[in-house]
């Protein structure tokens, strides 16, 4: 399709990096995704690299744009989104090895890398006020605390390096040179007070990083940006030569993937063209993890959701952000589980589909209907807290319950655990909305992106579980979407991101949620949701010390 004026977003998750080509309007024009490498050390251990990352960028980017037919003229401009994982440069900028591998190429700690879980509880037990604008605890998946890791295990890696980068800043930096950071990647995962324009010196030197403070924060961030602001001249030389776009190409800052989901979604227009108000929806981003973001006027301190962080995603908006860090995860190390797994992967390969539209067609087909496919999993229980507790509870070392699981190796039994797991993530999803709640945030609807929101089954038990119609975006891609606004407000095409919002995104189907008996099932269930969690940190006090070698 010919178009005269279009801009790029480039999405990095964990297993891939995206890039997707937008109208002015926010049609698709096209897509492409290339596989990223990833390290794994036991639990906790998980490294990639951001030479790795860049080329798989390079790769998405040149196959989009050749799937979209435009030409390099055509692209105004571009940004990028990314996971919140902690790249590793020496002073010569070069990759440096984030472990004890002593492998450069190594040079990126995951976010659901859980190495420095012993450090976020040191830094939580601080009491610092700096936790106040984190939920009131930090969580390891954050970076200081793998900064502190860094210091105490690799002490010699900690001096060597010369900047440590959100993945997002990163490739900002790659694409243009600029070392600029934006807002949302230190506010929402370094402690940068955006509300204050600063650094808190009093937080670094008590958590044990004085350093970062007599270095007067230059690797970490001097240059703080708000998302969408065009960085230096735009498109380097190289850069350019590697994306196979113009040099000077303006790039926007950027933002974490969940929040380019977010501006992505919440705040587009309706069904019916009407706008439509981020302060009412929240967005349920369903990856590899999920994330719910709500934005406020004002600041609202919620115990265990992360923030309130100012300009973070929409710029003059506090946002609120929970979720978990094991969602699409989840299911999938779960359904891995039961016997019946091997044979219904055989199954899906013949029919060129996926393990759970398997699992998903045949129960939709069972059940009759996508709210009374819960009922098939009335006596399993399943609370999916495989990475720990990221909100409301803040609670890392949380882990999986399963319950009422019988001896059953047939695809019923599969059956059951799948929809039992996709019950758990809505109840999870739920006690968030709750916790927003009792903070007087008043939200009627979920925006529902990520592959999960592909699913009708999973937004209608997400609807049904949390008791709020589940909007899905009219793009396919509403990451890809909101970094490409980014790229259209560096480009000036549009006045600021709210502008982009209004412009460029819409909704599509929109799913109510179930009443009378369906909505009484799910409220049981909760109940023994809750219990699950008691039970589960009620184990751990009884076992602590007494299974430590």
Not at 215 to 239: K, M
Not at 268 to 285: K, L
Not at 400 to 425: E, F, K
Request: proline residues 4%; aromatic residues 6%; charged residues 20%.
């Amino acid at each position: 399709m010919a178009t005269d004026r279009c801009f790029i977003g480039v999405d990095v998750g964990t297993g891939s990096a995206r890039a997707g080509v937008f109208s002015a309007d926010g049609r698709l024009l096209g897509t492409a995704r290339h596989d990223i490498r990833t390290w794994r050390e036991g639990a906790d251990i998980v490294e990639q690299s951001s030479d790795d990352i860049w080329a798989a960028c390079a790769h998405a980017v040149r196959a989009a744009v050749a799937q979209a037919a435009v030409s390099a003229d055509a692209v105004c401009g571009l940004s990028f989104d990314a996971t919140c994982s902690l790249v590793l440069l020496d002073r010569r900028m070069r990759p440096l090895a984030a472990s004890t591998s002593g492998d450069a190429a190594r040079n990126i700690i995951v976010w659901m890398d859980h190495r420095a879980a012993e450090q976020a509880r040191a830094i939580n037990a601080t009491g610092d006020q700096v936790l106040d604008f984190v939920g009131g605890a930090i969580s390891p998946e954050m970076q200081t605390p793998k900064l502190l890791w860094l210091k105490q295990h690799l002490p010699r890696t900690f001096d060597a390096a010369g900047q440590f980068l959100d993945l997002t800043d990163y490739l900002t930096w790659r694409a243009t040179g600029s070392l600029a950071r934006s807002v949302c990647t230190v506010t929402c995962k370094w402690t940068y007070l955006a509300h204050e324009r600063r650094w808190s010196d009093a937080y670094f030197r008590r958590i044990g990083l004085g350093e970062i403070v007599d270095d007067g924060y230059v690797r970490i961030g001097t240059e703080i940006v708000e998302p969408g602001t065009a960085l230096t001249q735009g498109l380097t030389i190289t850069a350019a030569a590697s994306l196979g776009l113009r040099a000077g190409t303006p790039v926007g800052a950027g933002l974490i993937d969940a929040h380019a989901g977010g501006v992505g979604s919440i705040g587009g227009r309706g069904q019916d063209g009407t706008p439509q108000s981020p302060e009412r929806r929240i967005a349920f981003i369903m990856g590899t993890s999920a994330c719910a973001m709500a934005v406020t006027r004002t600041q609202r301190f919620v115990p265990g959701v992360w923030g309130p962080y100012y300009s973070a995603m929409i710029p003059g908006l506090w946002l609120a952000e929970g979720g978990q860090s094991a969602a699409g995860a989840a299911i999938d190390f779960l359904v891995r589980l039961h016997p019946a797994y091997a044979a219904t992967a055989a199954e899906a390969e013949q029919r060129d589909t996926s393990v759970l539209g398997v699992l998903e067609g045949e129960a939709m087909a069972r059940a009759g209907g996508a709210s009374a496919v819960a009922l098939l999993a009335s006596s399993v229980h399943v609370l999916p807290d495989f990475l720990g507790n990221r909100s409301p509870f803040a609670d890392p070392d949380a882990r999986a319950v399963l319950a009422g699981l019988p001896l059953d190796d047939s695809r019923d039994g599969l059956l059951q655990l799948y929809v039992a797991g996709l019950c758990g993530l809505g109840y999870g999803a739920a006690q968030i909305l709750d916790a927003l709640a009792g903070r007087d945030i008043a939200l009627d609807t979920i925006v529902m992106c990520g592959g999960a929101a592909k699913s009708l089954l999973t937004r209608q038990i997400i609807a049904d579980a949390t008791g709020l119609s589940v909007v899905l975006p009219e793009t396919a891609e509403p990451v890809l979407l909101g970094a490409a606004m980014l790229g259209a407000v560096a480009a000036g095409a549009v006045a600021d991101l709210g502008a982009a919002m209004a412009t460029m995104s819409r909704d599509a189907a929109t799913t109510p949620p179930a009443r009378g008996r369906i909505a009484v099932f799910h409220a049981a269930k909760r109940v023994v949701f809750a219990e699950m969690q008691a039970l589960d940190r009620r184990a751990r006090e009884i076992m602590a010390g007494v299974g430590s070698p």
